[in-house]
Every structure is written in C-alpha cells, then in structure tokens.
C-alpha cells in the first residue's frame, strides 16, 4: 500500500491537489493510504517550504503545484 500524503494546511489548492491525487490514484488502481499533513512543524520536517506539496511514502514528490490527475500519475505509478 503506497502512503500518499498531501502536505498544506488545508487551503484550497491543497484540497484541490488532494482530490486530484485520489483520483490519479484511482484511475491507476494502485492500494493507497491518503494522510492530510496540516501541522507547519511536521511539514517542515519533510524539507517542504512551499505547499502544496505531495509525498509518496515519505519522499517528496511535487511541491507549490496542483497539477491535474493524469500529470499526477507519474509521480504515483
């Protein structure tokens, strides 16, 4: 199972970036976990200044971008 996590303090385009993530996610069949990361503190541990940011089991993938579904699929795949 990939753990998929949407790192932003739940603004907009993080909720936007998250739902595109579900979906890319979905369309590639993949067993998946998605954790919403909203604490500053625990952002900053991943090195991330800049949200939204996704990570895929714990390696930064994307960061300051929400890219619609089927660009997300690469990072996902």
């Excluded at 993530?21 to 200044?49: H, N, S």
Aim: proline share 3%; net charge positive.
């Amino acid at each position: 199972m990939k753990k998929l996590q949407i790192l932003g303090t739940g603004c907009a385009k993080c909720q936007k970036l998250a739902e595109n993530t579900r979906l890319a996610a979905d369309e590639l069949g993949i067993d998946y976990q998605l954790v919403k990361v909203t604490d500053i503190k625990e952002i900053a541990t991943f090195g991330v200044m800049m949200t939204p940011a996704l990570a895929v089991d714990g390696a930064v993938k994307l960061v300051g971008k929400v890219p619609e579904a089927g660009e997300l699929k690469k990072y996902l795949d």
